[in-house]
């Protein structure tokens, strides 16, 4: 962990307990659902979302109950004595079970469903129990696998096909997905999908310059399309090479411009499920400073600006975090544990 990360921790840990509860809550609450099914005949459609979605079935929608396994894992790793540890470890044995991620696979397989944000957050949560020397962990990442693998296959059959990236503030960020999914793919720096993941975000993205970031955020964005790509960036590019490509990529921030990049967004309904993840924008624009903060050189002027964004963004929502709307409450608590991952 950085010591940026590692400050995050330490600022947050108070809150911790309370975002594991309502992560626990989360994964429990089958209703509201927000469902999209692709229908082949009729009855096709489950009858509840656990039907469908035997493990990831709460929390209002599929990768957001992702999430809240993840947060949950990542709680568990960092910061056992601050949450609930054994009621997290029983919650996982009664829902990671074999035949429940069987049934997820299955549902992943061969489809669009997901892409790439929820295939992300998945490997992401997998990358979490395979990188954790724990009994129980061992047990709950074999499960996993078939999940893992499915999305693995999906990843492998879109890539080489999908010509264009997407450059949206929502669930389609082609640069979002990647980013998670490579916690994962890095496990094995050789293999199939870590190197078809890196060679698309290289071949959709190293020649960017000039991005356009003044003209976020769009009024549902949880993602900064500017900030998630130079977040991969970071992972992708040699540490050398990096600070020139931010340079061309955006060449303002070390003065602070865009002004929009450095701007918490407003949120002025968090009812409005799609105003509400404007929320989410600012805990997301937080990680992403931080992590541009974390991978430029000692002794760069952006550095301290990266640091300063990072603060300002994450003030501005983590107040939201618990105890606001569900359209906010049922995902959110994963961005603020994001930055200190």
């Keep these: 962990m950085s010591s940026l990360a590692a400050g ?42 656990s039907d469908r979605n035997p493990v990831f079935y709460g929390s209002l929608d599929w990768h957001s109950c992702v999430e809240m396994f993840w947060l949950l894992v ?105 980013s998670r999914a490579l916690t994962y793919a890095d496990l094995q720096p050789d293999g199939e999908l870590n190197q078809a993941l890196r060679g698309a975000a290289s071949r959709w993205f190293g020649a960017d310059e000039d991005y356009p970031g003044g ?24 540490r050398e090479d990096f600070p020139g490509w931010l340079g061309s990529f955006l060449p303002g921030i070390g003065g602070g411009a865009p002004a929009a990049l450095f701007t918490p967004a407003v949120v002025t309904d968090s009812s409005d499920g799609y105003i509400a993840h404007l929320r989410g924008l600012n805990l997301s624009r937080a990680w992403c400073w931080r992590r541009l903060a974390e991978s430029l050189p000692a002794g760069d002027p952006r550095v301290a600006v990266c640091e300063r964004a990072s603060v300002v963004h994450a003030e501005a929502s983590l107040e939201y975090v618990t105890g606001d709307d569900y359209m906010v409450e049922h995902w959110l608590a994963a961005y603020a544990v994001l930055l200190f991952s």
Aim: aromatic share 10%.
């Design 8 to 49: 995050w921790l330490d600022r947050l840990r108070p809150e911790l307990a309370g975002y594991a509860r309502v992560a626990l809550d989360n994964i429990g609450l089958e209703y509201p659902a927000h469902i999209i099914h692709l229908m082949h005949e009729p009855g096709d459609f489950p009858f509840r979302p």
């Design 74 to 178: 990542r709680l568990l790793k960092v910061a056992p004595d601050d949450v609930p540890a054994a009621e997290i470890r029983d919650a996982f044995d009664a829902r990671l079970t074999s035949e429940g991620l069987q049934a997820e696979a299955a549902f992943i397989q061969g489809g669009a469903s997901e892409r790439p944000y929820g295939w992300g957050w998945a490997l992401a949560l997998a990358a979490e129990l395979e990188t954790w020397d724990d009994p129980d962990a061992r047990r709950w990442a074999a499960s996993l696998r078939p999940l893992s693998q499915a999305i693995t296959d999906n990843f492998l059959r879109w890539l080489p096909v999908a010509t264009y990236p997407l450059r949206t503030g929502v669930h389609t960020n082609s640069a979002f997905g990647i």
């Design 215 to 238: 003209w976020e955020p769009s009024g549902q964005d949880f993602l900064s399309a500017a900030l998630c790509e130079a977040e991969l960036l970071a992972r992708l590019l040699p």
